[in-house]
């Protein structure tokens, strides 16, 4: 097939790999089954997301993030991948503001470099609305916990796991478990994910409690499957852990790919921010011809929406 060579960066943190594109100068105009071959690990490079450097959409911006899922949809937040993103800029020399203002499809997050190499990212504040998640509750009952609730989601198991809901800027389903190497993940986790009470589907993370500054998280990513670390999945899990009075407001996040640290303080009105910090490196540069129209054996049809 016609193919069309591209250069690339794969990079990771904690563990969490991407691969990123600048589309600075021109858009490639990639497609989703583009996006999926990219990421395909047998045919592709492999990553758990494709980012892409594009110029900024409006003033007071100094790029536009764009973030596409494995499965080839466009998502609308990814924490590990913020902070690929700022150190790819810094690398390439693309930009030494610090921080430096991105704009996402659910809005504009602040970067910053710290001068211990670890990068932060603000993650804005989280949405509790059931509304607004999306996260359809009616005709359930909450069970309170905390200063918050947990909501039973009939299906993975009698009785229903309970679990705590909130925005990133993107969907989390947030359940506590006593030991995240036992726990249910991979059976779960696509259960939840396409759960039809999440109408745009949804992340899952499992949360163990080690104590109250530090935390176990295993996230089944919504259109990627369960990743070795989430940004987003583990901002959200906190900020779940600190509302049903389990967690203080400075958090370690153990993942399978490293640790995250999160902070927030809660607030009568939940208006403040989430910090998310954590290292970020490059692995290898190339470039790659991708297939104009790629096929991939057994490939799974696209969901829609699909945001991680």
């Known amino acids: ?25 021109a858009l490639l105009g990639l497609s989703a089954a583009q996006y999926r071959w990219l990421a395909d690990r047998h045919f592709g490079v492999g990553a758990d997301q494709i980012l892409s450097v594009r110029p900024a959409p409006g003033p007071g911006l100094d790029f536009e993030y764009v973030i596409h899922n494995a499965d080839g949809g466009e998502v609308e937040h ?25 704009k996402t499809k659910s809005g504009v997050l602040e970067l910053w470099l710290g001068a211990d190499g670890l990068i932060r990212v603000d993650m804005g504040a989280p949405v509790f609305e059931p509304a607004r998640v999306p996260f359809d509750a009616q005709g359930l009952i909450a069970q309170p916990m905390g200063n918050f609730e947990r909501w039973p989601l009939a299906g993975p198991a009698d009785p229903a796991p309970l679990a705590a809901v909130l925005s990133m800027g ?5 359940l506590l478990v006593d030991d ?21 589907r949804v992340n899952v993370g499992f949360l163990q409690l080690l ?39 400075r958090v370690q996040v153990q993942t399978r790919g490293g640790t995250l640290g999160v902070e927030w303080r809660d607030s009568p009105a939940h208006e403040q921010p989430v910090r998310l910090s954590g290292p970020a490196s490059t692995v290898f540069e190339g470039v790659v011809d991708v297939p104009e129209h ?15």
């Not at 390439?92 to 503001?97: I, W």
């Not at 089944?220 to 967690?247: H, K, M, N, P, Y």
């Not at 790629?294 to 991680?308: N, T």
Request: overall charge positive.
């Open 1 to 25: 097939m016609p193919a069309m060579q591209i250069r690339f960066t794969k990079m990771q943190g904690a563990g969490n790999d991407f691969v990123l594109l600048d589309e600075t100068q």
């Open 78 to 102: 990814c924490g590990n991948g913020a902070r690929c993103f700022v150190r790819y800029l810094r690398d390439k020399g693309l930009s030494h503001a610090n921080p430096v203002r991105v």
């Open 170 to 174: 993107n969907p989390h389903a947030v």
């Open 180 to 200: 995240v190497d036992q726990a249910p993940v991979a059976h779960w986790g696509p259960l939840i994910e396409n759960h039809p009470r999440f109408p745009a």
């Open 211 to 249: 104590s109250r500054q530090q935390v176990r998280l295993r996230v089944f990513e919504r259109g990627a499957g369960e990743t070795l670390a989430c940004g987003s999945g583990a901002c959200a899990a906190v900020v779940a852990g600190i509302r049903l009075g389990l967690l203080e407001q």
């Open 294 to 308: 790629p096929e991939l054996p057994g490939a799974a049809p696209l969901h829609s929406p699909s945001r991680a």
